[in-house]
Antibody, heavy 117, light 110 residues
Framework: QVQLVESGGALVKPGGSLRLSCTASGFTFSDYYMSWIRQAPGKGPEWLSY????????YHADSVRGRFTISRDNAKNSLYLQMNSLRAEDTAVYYCARYRDYAFAHWGQGTLVTVSS | QSALTQPASVSGSPGQSITISCTGTSSDIGSYNVVSWYQQHPGKAPKLMIY???KRPSGVSNRFSGSKSATTASLTISGLQAEDEGDYYCCSYAGTSSLLFGGGTKLTVL
């Protein structure tokens, strides 16, 4: 079955950087667009970015454009999110999700990122 | 872009039907028939319940249905069951390759 496992979440100071990873299994990773979504404590999800199946095209939400970058390695069945210039408001659980038909049918369990001094 | 607007909470008794609304604008819900709905239980990841306004993924009960009128989408749950309790979120494509989620609705089964 489809499985997505995120890793890399941590406590980081404001202005710091972090790279999240998502390892996929149970489906042909290179056939699907993938996305990152975050959810701050007590809030609704927030879409952050998605990347096409080949990795040639990527989009980011205005709130993270220029600070976060999505990428993928189809040979490793892996999705990444490079996060720079982190702020307190970036504190959230970060999910990777398989994206198709403008919806997210499969989500990972999430990884917690805390930005605090 | 602001989040889609949902009521903070709804409630119903077992066996009843409830409807959760999701209000957007002419730039998102009003322009695209790609609203999706997610159910989330505490400490868990969201689960897709409806996509493209009214389509159900395989395995989702037919007690869940979706609709849309102008800039408002709706999720209806019929024959309410205790296991339906949780948070529900809508999501819509918003143009320029972006997506918007709603703020969420807490469903309580009385």
């Amino acid at each position: 079955q489809v499985q997505l496992v995120e890793s890399g979440g941590a406590l980081v100071k404001p202005g710091g950087s972090l790279r999240l990873s998502c390892t996929a299994s149970g489906f042909t990773f290179s056939d699907y667009y993938m996305s990152w979504i975050r959810q701050a404590p007590g809030k609704g999800p927030e879409w952050l970015s998605y990347i096409t199946n080949s990795g040639s095209v990527r989009y980011h939400a205005d709130s993270v454009r220029g600070r976060f970058t999505i990428s993928r390695d189809n040979a490793k069945n892996s999705l990444y999110l490079q996060m720079n210039s982190l702020r307190a408001e970036d504190t959230a659980v970060y999910y990777c999700a398989r994206y198709r038909d403008y919806a997210f049918a499969h989500w990972g369990q999430g990884t917690l990122v805390t930005v605090s001094s | 872009q602001s989040a889609l607007t949902q009521p903070a909470s709804v409630s119903g008794s077992p066996g009843q039907s409830i409807t959760i609304s999701c209000t957007g604008t002419s730039s998102d819900i009003g322009s695209y028939n790609v609203v999706s709905w997610y159910q989330q239980h505490p400490g868990k990841a969201p689960k897709l319940m409806i996509y493209e306004v009214n389509k159900r993924p395989s395995g989702v009960s037919n007690r869940f249905s979706g609709s849309k009128s102008a800039t408002t989408a709706s999720l209806t749950i019929s024959g309410l069951q205790a296991e339906d309790e949780g948070d529900y979120y809508c999501c819509s494509y918003a143009g320029t390759s972006s997506l918007l989620f709603g703020g969420g609705t807490k469903l309580t089964v009385l």
